[in-house]
C-alpha cells in the first residue's frame, strides 16, 4: 500500500504540478474525483502544497484501494517538503490511515533521472525500504530490515495459511526492459515466523528459515535456482509434525509457458539423508508429466516416525518403531508412475505394547509397471504376541499392484506355519488379499510356556482354509481344525473386522468335542477329573479382544470312559455357582473321600451386556445342577446363582485356579 501511494504523490507532482507551476504563488491545491489503473483505485483526493520558508505537503485520499485491499481515510504528511524541477522528496514524514498510529516515511522522486527512493518504518527497529529507476531499462529494490510480517497477511488468500507473527530481513530485486522483466534476486532471512489457517490443520510457530532466489530470463524462458535452509522451529501440516533441524533444500531448473522444470533438486535432512530428485511439470496439463526421486541409506527410523506413523491413525501400527536403512528410486512418465526400486537393509518393525516385532527384515522391490517382477524378502526372526518367529526368506511374484506367493515356510516355535497361493491386490477400495494355510505340529507345553498359561500337555496341529481381507475385514472361509487336549476344535464363522485399527472386533463360532478333561484340569490347576467333554460357543463376538457376547456351553461328551473327579475339582466347580453353591454330599464324606464318581457335567452361560445367565444338566430346586453324581461313593453339586457379572464369573476362575477358593458344602 505505502509504495502505491507514494507512486501516486509523485505521479500527481510530476505530471500535473509542475507543467502549471506559477512562479508567484504561495501554495497549489489539487482535488481529483477517482484515479483508476489495473491495480489500484483511488477516489476523493486532495492535495495540498504550502511553499514559504518551510515547504509542506499534505494528501488525503478518501479510499484507496489495491487488488483486494481496501484503505480509507489516508492522509500523508511532510512537514520538510521539497518540490524541484530535478527533485520531489519528503522528509521526515507521515503517513496514517484512519484512527492508526502515524508511520514515518521518506521519499525522494528524480523525475529527470526517472528514478524514486521510499523509505517507511511502522514500528520501531522496522524499516521498509524500496528503490526504482524506469524507461527502457528498469528496476525495483525492495530491502527490509525487522519487517514485521503481520503487514502481509491481509495479500493472502482467505483459505491459505496467514502469517501472523515474525520479522523479515533481507532484500528483492527486479530488473527488465521494456515490459519483459529480465532477473530476480532475493535473499531473505525470517525468524520468529508464526502462521496458521482457519482449519487449525496447518500452522507453524517460532520458525527461523533462510531462502535465496537467482532467475534469469533469456528468450522468454527463465533459468531459475533457489535455496532454503530450515533452521529453526516447528511446523504442523496435518497429519504431520516436523521440527527443524538443518533441512537444506536446493533447487535448479527451467521455467517457461508450456513447463516447469526441476532440473535437479536436493533435499538434505541431517537426521536422515539426502534426498535427489528432478521433474517436469506441464503446465497446459496441470500435472506431473515425468519426475525421478531417489534417496540412499535413509534413516528407516526418522522415516517412519515423522513421515509414515502420523498416516496410520488408530491401526496397530500406530505405536511401533522401525530402525533399519531404506533405498529408493521412483520414476514417473506420461503422467504415471513407471518404475520403483525400493530396497530395505537390517530393518526392524517394533510394538512398544509388545504385540509384534520384526527383525533382521531385507527386502529388494524392482518394480516396473506393466512388467512381471520378483521381490526378494527375508526376515531374521521375530515375534507374535509371545510367539517366537524363525527365520525364513521368501520370493514374491508381482505385476503392477499384483502380488503372489507360492508358498511361505514359517517357523514357529517348534512347528511351522505354511502358507500357500497368498495373493494381494491394491484397488481404489484398497489392498485386498487371501492364502491358504496349515499349521504343522506345535508342542502345547512350548506355546503354553511362551503365552505363559498353565503348563499343558499334546500337541497343537490345524488346517486353515482360505483366509480373505478386504475393506477392514478378515474372513476365513469353511471351518478352522485345530487338534489339542486328545480332541478336535472346530472353528467357523471366523471374521476379524478392523484388524490393524486400536478396537478390533473379532466374531465366531466354535465346536470342541471330546476334549480330555485329564489333560484340561492339570493344565489349569483345577483338581482332576477323568472324562472327556464337549464345548459349543455360539455368536462369539469380542471387542478390542474382550467377549461381550457369546452362547457357551460345556456336556460330557458321549461313550464310555472313566467318570471321576477329586476332592478339589469338586470344591473349585462348587465356587463356581456361586456362594449358594452345594455339594450334595455329607460334610464327612468330603473329607474321607479323594475323588468321586459323576454321570454327567454340565455348565452354560448366555453373556449379554456383561452380565452371564448361567444353567446346568438339568433344574434343581431354586438352582441347576452342574455335576450329575454316578457310582459309589457318587457326589452331585448345585449351583444357584443364575446372573452372574461377567467380571465376577472371571474373578471366580481365577481364585479356582489359584487355588483360593472355599466350597459350601451341605
Known sequence: MTAHLVWLCAALFFVLAIPAWPGHANSLSLTLDN??????????????ISLGDKPQLALSIGQLSVQDQTWRNVRLQCTDF?????????????????SGRPWPVDFQFWPQQKRAQVSLRPEPGEEWRAEARWG??????????????????????ENQPRPGAGRLSGKIALAGRGKQPRSVKAELQFSQLGFSDASGQHAGEKVGLNVKLDAQQNQGQWDWQTEGVWHEGEVYWHP????????????????????????????????????????????????????????????LAGIFSGFV?????????????????LSFIGRVADGKVASLDLGLANASLQDKEGRFSLRGVTLNLPWRAGSDANVDLALGGGKLLALELGAFSTVLEMRDKHLFMPRLVVPLLDGTLNIQDFHAEHSAAGWQWQFEAG???????????????????????????????????????????VKAFDGTIVIQDLALLDPLGRAPRLEASLDMRQ???????????????????????????????KPVAFDASVHSSPGAYPRKISQRAVQNISSLGGAGAAAAIQRSFLGIFKEFGYSQIGLSCVLRNGVCLMDGVKAAPQGYVIVQGGGIPAITVIGYNRSVGWDELIARLQRVTQGNAKPVVK
Open 35 to 48: 484515479i483508476d489503473t489495473p491495480s489500484l483505485h483511488a477516489s476523493r483526493i486532495s492535495l495540498r
Open 82 to 98: 521539497s518540490l524541484e524541477s530535478a527533485l520531489i522528496a519528503c522528509r521526515n514524514g507521515h503517513m496514517q490511515t484512519g
Open 136 to 157: 527502457s531499462d528498469w528496476m525495483l529494490n525492495v530491502e527490509t530490515l525487522g519487517g514485521s510480517l503481520k503487514w502481509l497477511s491481509p495479500w493472502f488468500p
Open 240 to 299: 504431520l509434525y516436523l521440527t527443524a533441524n538443518g533441512h537444506k533444500l536446493n533447487i535448479r531448473g527451467r521455467y517457461d509457458p508450456q513447463q516447469i522444470r526441476v532440473e535437479q533438486g536436493t533435499l538434505a535432512i541431517p537426521s536422515l539423508g539426502i534426498v535427489l530428485a528432478e521433474g517436469t511439470w506441464s503446465r497446459p496439463d496441470a500435472r506431473l508429466s515425468a519426475a525421478s526421486v531417489q534417496g540412499g541409506n535413509l534413516d
Open 309 to 325: 506413523r502420523p498416516f496410520l491413525g488408530q491401526t496397530a501400527l500406530a505405536k511401533a518403531e522401525a530402525t533399519g536403512s
Open 439 to 481: 499349521l504343522t505340529p506345535i508342542s502345547m507345553e512350548q506355546l503354553s510356556t511362551a503365552l505363559k498359561w498353565p503348563k499343558m500337555h499334546g500337541t497343537l496341529a490345524g488346517v486353515i482354509p482360505r483366509v480373505q481381507y478386504g475393506a477392514g475385514k478378515l474372513v476365513v472361509d469353511g471351518a478352522l481344525l
Open 515 to 545: 476334549l480330555d478333561l485329564d489333560l484340561l484340569t492339570r493344565a489349569f490347576s483345577f483338581g482332576s477329573m477323568q472324562g472327556r467333554v464337549d464345548v459349543a460357543v455360539k455368536g462369539l463376538e469380542l471387542s478390542n479382544w
